[in-house]
């Protein structure tokens, strides 16, 4: 979770002050001094000036692209009428040093820079809020004319290959997005994966013959399509080409996210706009727009807490941001999972794997043996920040017990599986597993008597596999530590496994293609590397590893516990 969204940026001059300070300038914003100096860092830095053009290459787009409100409600559609494209060879264009994803290249022209408007992303931004509040993106009669028949359309007169009409008729959802796995973070919860499926609805008859959308603002995208630097178009593509290969259900789903964070971007203020558009990494993006919603979620709270929250130490508001947040989202978890199974629940049916004694059996000696949720010395849940994971976990063991919801459970460990805190890994066919100082060698014994590694492991010891990757994870960091050839912290041979990991392996063999087992047989004798390829190969054949992830096929639990949308719903 971001900090506290009041927090002031840093005041160092990294690359954030710069992008400030270079849309400041193109904005026409600084004193004539401060100007001044900018424009002897432009003359100077080849890529400060790649930078600058990109901002400024596109502020005509602005000068053609109305501002209606945005439609509350998005249509229901799929990309399956889009015309298929053949996937294309991404071409490797290294980006210039100290230029973001939306980056365009040139030459700055300072005095077209100072006209108003600051970037080609926010011209996009503005064309798909007027799409969606005029219908170009968002009517009936557009959907037709954007997602035709495989054989509808032909090469226009501008001789734009088929593949590059979609990407312009969809250019606004590509404006501020930088690859497909920036889309799917867009998708969770705390995003606008719940918006996305608010809008979710039965799609209204579509006429015959549409109107294609045309005017300035299609003539516009079609300008900013053909300014695009070969690196960008090439990721816009990239990322056009990988919705297309997804599933129609997970396509329109992400579509919706996308058209959701459009909207979005288009009714921002614009200094909260310029924020997420002019972030350099989709990381610094991601980040800028949850610290955005964060601020926006405040503002929304009652008086009473805004109030409560106002009252509190600088350092301690984040802390209470994120303990509400927290909440809200458990209860928004809590209905989804409730509506997901409502008719288990309502029928007192069992899901799965609880409807099988046997699997059930296996799920709650897995639980156990996984988290320790019932010994005070090896939880791995019931430290800070993580309570709130353990009282989880104890409200559905208890619902199951008691009431006989099982779904709950099953819940539970779905997430915690997935978890990266609680990775699990299999633990040693012999001996105990290495949880506390006293199992290391003699150099690391003797460098965790010292008080400051003392304390990193404090909230470890006893936990595995905490405390090897804890130890594993420092000696990366320190060579005073370095673990000797002859030690191991887990096991990473077939033969140091329990007796149900090593009867797992041949029927893994099995699965896997011969250049998959070569791979992990290499990686024999290096741990977590050694079990953590067992893991994701397993995964990827459908299989579960026993001790490690929850007993079934990892497809079922997905299935049971994540299914997917279906299409128009």
């Known amino acids: 979770m971001a900090a506290d969204p009041t ?49 400024e290459r596109s502020y005509a787009l602005l000068d053609f692209l109305p501002k209606p409100d945005p439609s509350p409600t998005f249509a229901t559609r799929t990309l399956d009428k889009i015309p298929a494209a053949e996937p294309r060879a991404p071409v490797p264009v290294a980006p210039a040093a100290g230029t973001g994803s939306l980056a365009l290249s040139g030459t700055p022209s300072v005095a077209t820079a100072r006209r108003g408007g600051w970037a080609w992303a926010v011209g996009l931004v503005l064309a798909v809020g007027a799409a969606l509040g005029a219908g170009y993106l968002g009517t009936a009669a557009a959907r037709t004319y954007l997602f035709p028949p495989p054989a509808a359309k032909e090469p226009t007169a501008d001789n734009l290959p088929v593949a590059d009409l979609r990407i312009i008729h969809t250019l606004p959802l590509y404006a501020a997005t930088d690859d497909l796995d920036f889309v799917e973070k867009l998708a969770a919860p705390e995003f606008f994966g719940d918006e996305a499926a608010a809008a979710d609805g039965p799609a209204p008859p579509q006429p015959a013959d549409p109107d294609p959308p045309t005017g300035k603002a299609f003539d ?32 329109d789903r992400l579509v919706r996210v996308l058209e959701a964070y459009a909207a979005w971007l288009y009714r921002l203020p614009d200094a909260d706009r310029k924020k997420v558009l002019a972030a350099a990494t989709a990381g610094d993006r991601l980040e800028a727009v949850r610290d955005v919603r964060n601020g926006q979620w405040v503002a ?18 984040a802390a209470m941001i994120n303990q509400w947040r927290a909440e809200e989202d458990r209860r928004r978890d809590v209905w989804r999972t409730a509506r997901a199974h409502w008719d288990v629940l ?29 010994d005070p010395r090896r939880n791995r849940l019931g430290t800070a920040p993580m309570g709130g994971d353990q ?42 597993p290495v949880t506390k100082v ?54 990473a041979r077939p033969d140091e496994f329990k007796p149900d990991v090593r009867r797992f392996l041949p029927e893994l063999r099995k699965q896997a293609t011969p250049a998959e087992w070569d791979a992990l047989a290499k990686l024999e004798g290096r741990w977590p590397d050694y079990p953590r390829e067992i893991i994701r190969l397993a995964k990827a054949h459908d299989l579960g590893v026993p ?11 997905e299935k049971t516990y994540n299914p997917p949308r279906p299409a128009g719903k």
Request: aromatic letters at 8%; proline letters at 12%; glycine letters at 6%.
């Open 7 to 55: 927090t002031p940026p840093p005041a160092d001059d990294g690359p954030d002050s710069v992008e400030a300070e270079l849309v400041a300038y193109l904005d026409g914003e600084l004193d004539p001094p401060d100007a001044r100096r900018v424009e002897a860092r432009l003359a100077a830095d080849p890529a400060l000036r790649k930078r600058a053009d990109a901002l």
């Open 220 to 251: 516009a995208l079609v300008r900013a399509f053909r300014d695009l630097p070969p690196d960008r178009l090439e990721k816009i593509r990239a990322l056009d080409q990988a919705l297309y290969d997804l599933d129609p259900a997970r396509r």
């Open 300 to 317: 929304a709270l009652p008086a009473a807490r805004r109030q409560q929250l106002k009252a509190l130490p600088i350092a301690e508001k």
């Open 346 to 374: 309502r029928s007192g049916r069992q899901p799965w794997p609880f409807a099988d004694e046997k699997l059930k059996a296996e799920v709650l000696e897995f639980v156990t043996a996984a988290y320790r949720p019932d």
């Open 391 to 432: 009282a989880r976990l104890a409200e559905a063991l208890d619902r199951g017990a008691k009431a006989g919801e099982w779904v709950w459970l099953g819940k539970a460990v779905y997430d915690l599986s997935r978890s990266p805190r609680y990775e699990m890994l299999p633990e040693p066919g012999t001996g105990d």
């Open 438 to 491: 006293a199992d290391l060698w003699p150099l690391a014994r003797d460098h965790y008597t010292k008080p400051k590694p003392a304390l990193r492991l404090d909230q470890v010891v006893g936990k595995w596999p905490d405390f090897a990757l804890a130890i594993w994870d420092d000696s990366r960091k320190a060579k005073a530590i370095a673990i000797p050839s002859s030690y191991r912290l887990g096991p």
């Open 547 to 557: 001790g490690a992830t929850p007993p079934g096929p990892p497809s079922m639990w």
